[in-house]
């Protein structure tokens, strides 16, 4: 790495539980240390970030994790260090451009951050950075979500809600891309969702899911959004053993509350499969850790480089000040965000 002002850096900082949209909370500050990569680690020179709710849930104190001032964990961009000890994935080395999730150290919305090594990739060839920072935790949430807990199967028909997020257009992609029989999903955006692959839309702006849905003979409803009405959708719409799979559940406005439902439900539909037959009610986190990641990155790179599956930007322009994220952040939390937003932290 070339020496760089004494080997400091502009980083966004976490400074308490709190609003993310104020300076109290959230600032992006000069004179930062550039981490120095230890074993195991890799350090990546920033090109572009992305910003995903657990974030801003962090931040407020919603999400039960270790906490810290680096903010941000999908990321794209070049190596400049590899630690001591360090056996780089697929022979990685300086100068490779990479693409992961580091929500472990966390870090993106800097000018540089370490990673663990496990989690990067090379960066696929036929897109930018930004496009690729769009690609990590909601790639692998919407590949994770449709394979390891909705058991997907080429031929079966699936039932994707909201189409337009940044998992929800992935989930879509993937879906199709994968040999899903019918794609249905939902979104006020009908010509942009079906351009991903989607066979119908519902748009719930003008449509009743529940008339529209009821019926449908679904073997997985994904449910990328969360909120009550949509496992009710989904009781009357999944095939008798079919299977719910969803980020947030009930978002009721207290995890405990939700948690404890959505135990109940898997608990309740074990016991009555085990009877005479019945749903399956998977709420899950995406594994950015478990061994099967890197396959997992392989086969989105595959599927970007072969055109099977592109990201969705939502177009607006953040840079690296304070400003500019706490309007991303803000963005992100209006919960109605088409495509993924993404922050620019090297031209």
Known sequence: MSESKDKIMKAARFHKKGDPTTSEVLSVEEG???????????????????????????????????????????????IVKIGPNTTAPSSLKEGDDVYGDSIATRGSWGEYMVCPANVLSKK?????????????????????????????????????FGGSGGVGSLAVQMAKALGASEVYSTGSDVKAIKALGADFVVNYKEESLMDVLKGKEFDIVYDTIGGHEHWEVAQASLKKDGIFVTLVGDDSGSMVTDLVKAAWRAVKGKVLRMISGGLSYNLFLTDTSYAGLADDMTKMTELVESGKLKSILDGRKFELTTESIHSMVEA???HRVKGKLILEVAK
């Open 124 to 160: 696929p060839s036929n897109i930018s950075h930004a496009e690729a920072a769009a690609l990590p935790l909601a790639g692998l949430t919407a590949l994770q979500g449709l394979r390891n807990h909705g058991n997907f199967q080429a031929g079966q028909k699936v039932l994707i």
């Open 332 to 334: 992100s939390m209006g």
């Open 32 to 78: 930062v240390p550039i981490p120095e990569p230890k074993e195991g680690q890799i350090l990546v020179q920033v090109k572009a970030a992305s910003i995903n709710p657990v974030d801003w849930k962090l931040m407020k104190g919603l999400v039960p994790m270790k906490q810290g001032p680096p903010v941000g964990s999908d990321v794209s961009g070049t």
